[in-house]
Every structure is written in C-alpha cells, then in structure tokens.
C-alpha cells in the first residue's frame, strides 16, 4: 500500500541553525501539507502546496518557513533560522486531487529537537 | 473559523467492551469532511474513519463506527470490542469540502482512551 515517507525521523539542532525536513508524498498525489504538533498539544495546519505554489498557510508559518517541491518526489519543509519553540513533532501529508477523495494521509512524522 | 472541539481528554474502556468518543464542530459550510485519526505511542497519525457531510448514512469501518449528526454537528467514534491494540490518542479532524482544492485539517485537541483488561 502506497505511503508517504518523511526524513530524517528525528533532527536535534542549535537555535539559530537552519533545519530541512523532507517528505515524498505518495505517488499519484497532488497536494501536500505540513502540519505541526508540540508535545502534548494538538495537530496545527503549517500550509498546503498544490501546483508548484502554497495553497494556504497558517500564521504559525512565517518568513522562517519555506516549502518547496524540487523534483517530482520530494516536497521539503525548510526553517531558516530555528527558535527553541520549533521544538515539535512535523508531519508531512499529502491528498489526491480533482477526484472528490479528500482524505489526507500522513507520513510518520520528524521529531525535531532545538537546543 | 472551523473549530473542533473534543470535550473528553481521556476516556478508559474494558477490552471487548464498547466506548464512544465525542466530537462537536462548528461550521457555515454545507460541504465538508469529518475524520477520526488514531494516534498511537509512536505519534504517527492513522486514518481510522472519514464521513461526508452529503451522505445521511453513518460510515463504518469494521468495529469503528460513528454517529453523525449534522444538525447537531456532532461527530462521535463508536469503537466496538475494544482491543489493547485501540490504546491511543484520537482525534477529531474538520475538512473544507471544496473538491479540488488544498484545504486543510482542523484538528480537535483529542482524547487518549485506554484500554485495561
């Protein structure tokens, strides 16, 4: 059964060091998401991309947040400079498109840690 | 804003019995989605069971069922024959049904059910 993948599965970082979380979503999908989850919390909405351009983003998705998709498997998560609050589970999903199937399935998620 | 809220932050369950989680959501849009996603220790999000807004049938998904109510806007997970294996984290997920588009998941602030023999 098909699946999205996500690397590294755990990152610790230095504030102030940039982090690039990668993603291949699965196959014949067309939109992706990132969505975030701070331990304990609940499950918060980054953006979604659809045809090479962000859909949505949220407020928590700001200049130090970048998506981009740069080739035809992989779609990354960069932040430019981590704070200690980036701290937090990342998880990558991804959707079919036009087909009225609107499930998002998730990868297993990156653990990033900043020190 | 689309808002879920899960007024149960854990609930506990006899193996083979049957629990019931609960999920209310506030929305204007006549077309939308509803999931519940299990979470397990290892934090990774699996579907358990979607529902669309048109369809008046409740979705079932082996022992997972739920009881939706549209003008209540209720959501609840009905889990039959509780298993050790549904120990997780649940939650409650709202989707914009606007077909062709990225639209994103609102998520609940879930509830961790437990399972005891």
């Known amino acids: 059964e098909p699946e999205v993948t996500q690397t590294p599965s755990h990152q610790v970082t230095q504030m102030g060091q940039e982090v690039i979380l990668r993603c291949v979503p699965i196959?014949?999908?067309?939109?992706f998401y990132w969505y975030r989850q701070i331990l304990g919390q609940k499950v918060e909405f980054l953006v979604s991309?659809?045809?090479?351009?962000?859909?949505?983003k949220s407020e928590i998705f700001d200049d130090q947040f970048s998506v981009e998709r740069p080739d035809g498997s992989n779609f990354t998560l960069k932040i430019r400079s981590t704070k200690l609050e980036d701290s937090a589970m990342y998880f990558c999903?991804?959707?079919?498109?036009?087909?009225?199937?609107?499930?998002?399935?998730f990868g297993p998620g990156t653990r990033l840690l900043v020190l | 804003a689309q808002t879920v809220t899960q007024s149960q932050p854990e609930m506990s369950v006899q193996e083979a019995e049957t629990v019931t989680l609960s999920c209310t959501y506030d929305t204007s849009e006549s077309d939308y989605y509803l999931f519940w996603y299990k979470q397990p220790p290892s934090r990774q999000m699996i579907l358990v069971i979607r529902?669309?807004?048109?369809?008046?049938q409740n979705a079932t998904e082996n022992r997972f069922s739920v009881n939706f109510q549209k003008a209540a806007k209720s959501f609840s997970l009905k889990i039959s024959d509780s298993q050790l294996g549904d120990a997780a984290m649940y939650f409650c997920a709202y989707k914009r049904g606007l077909t062709g588009t990225a639209s994103k998941l609102t998520f609940g602030t879930g509830t961790r059910l437990q399972v005891t023999l």
């Open positions: 991309f659809y045809n090479n351009e962000i859909s949505e």
């Open positions: 529902q669309e807004a048109y369809k008046q």
């Open positions: 196959s014949n999908h067309l939109y």
């Open positions: 999903a991804s959707s079919e498109a036009m087909t009225g199937e609107e499930t998002q399935y």
